[in-house]
């Protein structure tokens, strides 16, 4: 059913902690529910639409980092592409962030 996917361990946490995003975050919406606010986003939001902006900076994040893998150990002088575990904390702070302050 998933052979279609190359899952590694870093893209399995990934779309997990994605998951557990989701059902917390409905969870947190069905006990409190939220009301507009304006951060440094240029839009006021609520915390669905902050985790939707989130998720998809972090997405993203994660696709521009694979993407420039091989440019990053040339320029870095590395032997090897740096590991996607750099870009998986990238994009959780990421997503933290605007949560947060967003």
């Known amino acids: 059913m ?3 996917m190359a899952w590694t361990t870093p893209v399995a946490i990934f779309f997990t902690c994605i998951l557990f995003m989701l059902m917390a ?6 006990k409190s529910p ?4 304006k951060g440094f986003l240029p839009i006021p939001t609520t ?7 989130g998720l998809l900076v972090a997405a993203y994040l994660n696709l521009a980092f694979i993407g420039l ?7 870095l002088s590395l032997q090897a592409e740096p ?12 997503l933290a962030l605007i949560m947060r302050k967003g």
């Open 34 to 37: 939220t009301s507009l606010r």
């Open 2 to 4: 998933f052979n279609w």
């Open 25 to 30: 975050m409905t969870v947190w919406e069905i």
């Open 83 to 94: 590991s996607i575990w750099i870009s998986f904390v990238f994009s959780m702070a990421s």
């Open 69 to 75: 893998g091989a440019q990053m150990a040339d320029w």
């Open 47 to 53: 915390r669905g639409d902050r985790l939707f902006i």
